[in-house]
């Protein structure tokens, strides 16, 4: 069956890039879409409200990703960034009827997932929220592309909680991080997925913990080039926007979320509460 080719000649390279996540974990991949793409206005949505997204049901995170992207497709994205691996594990078909080929839309697995088939891994390992890694996207994924790659996933549920709370180079991170590493079932990786947006927020504290024994996946760099080449395929990128405006959009204000937007983003971003 002939897949339907794709047709954005209705959008226009000067609309937003529309981008959600749970909470502040999204913030990484924004952040390298900034820096990669320095003329796009950015439009960011933290279901802060409802984090973790990791506990909840399937149901529930196809519910609040469905009604997160028809809010950004009103908002006249030009395209949608799930920037969040739980959303993407479990709501990813369905948010893709939502927007019913009116705009791209870019996941966080796919990319990474491709990425790493075909360059030199064996034995990945993948940390996730539980919901990441019930899906088993990860591994489908990786192994679609490549059937020899040995893909481990273990849920780490507790490192979201720890983030969101801001307890970043903290004895209880360190504690958490140390406790899940160290299980059997990453025993023998040589390359590790961090399966969650929130997890570069620790990359240093992760790597500080293998040392140079494994080979920590930036998992957002390769996503803002994905959206990159995307966007340049069907000419939206925008060059011409010196000033590019940032907007976030939260569903319960959190201290720590004022504190790593404005760090990523500068002192003099939009912070707006939408209860959807």
């Not at 006249?76 to 019913?100: D, G, H, Y």
């Not at 025993?187 to 913990?209: A, F, M, R, V, W």
């Amino acid at each position: 069956m002939k897949t339907k080719k794709q047709d954005y000649s209705h959008l226009s390279s000067s609309q937003p890039i529309g981008i959600f996540d749970s909470g502040v974990g999204g913030l990484t991949v924004a952040k390298e879409i900034k820096r990669l793409l320095p003329n796009e206005d950015l439009i960011y949505f933290g279901d802060t409200k409802h984090l973790p997204y990791g506990e909840k049901s399937k149901e529930a995170i196809i519910e609040y990703s469905t009604k997160i992207t028809n809010f950004l497709l009103k908002q006249n994205c030009k395209a949608i960034v799930i920037a969040c691996n739980t959303a993407t594990a479990n709501a990813l078909n369905e948010v893709m009827q939502s927007v019913a080929g009116k705009v791209p839309v870019i996941d966080v697995i796919n990319p990474v997932a491709e990425k790493v088939s075909y360059e030199i891994h064996n034995n990945v390992g993948v940390i996730a929220t539980k919901a990441t890694v019930n899906s088993g996207l990860y591994k489908k994924s990786i192994r679609k592309h490549n059937k020899w790659i040995k893909v481990d996933e273990l849920a780490t549920p507790l490192l979201v909680p720890a983030i969101e709370e801001g307890f970043k180079n903290h004895p209880i991170t360190h504690a958490i991080i140390y406790n899940y590493l160290s299980n059997s079932k990453l025993k023998n990786i040589e390359t590790l997925i961090l399966g969650c947006t929130h997890y570069p927020l620790l990359i240093d504290e992760i790597k500080q913990y293998y040392g140079n024994r494994v080979r920590v996946i930036d998992s957002p760099n390769i996503v803002a080039n994905h959206l990159k080449i995307i966007l340049d395929k069907y000419n939206l990128l925008n060059d011409n926007n010196p000033n590019p405006n940032y907007h976030f959009y939260l569903s319960d204000l959190t201290k720590n979320f004022e504190k790593i937007s404005k760090k990523f983003f500068g002192k003099t971003i939009d912070l707006e509460l939408k209860v959807l």
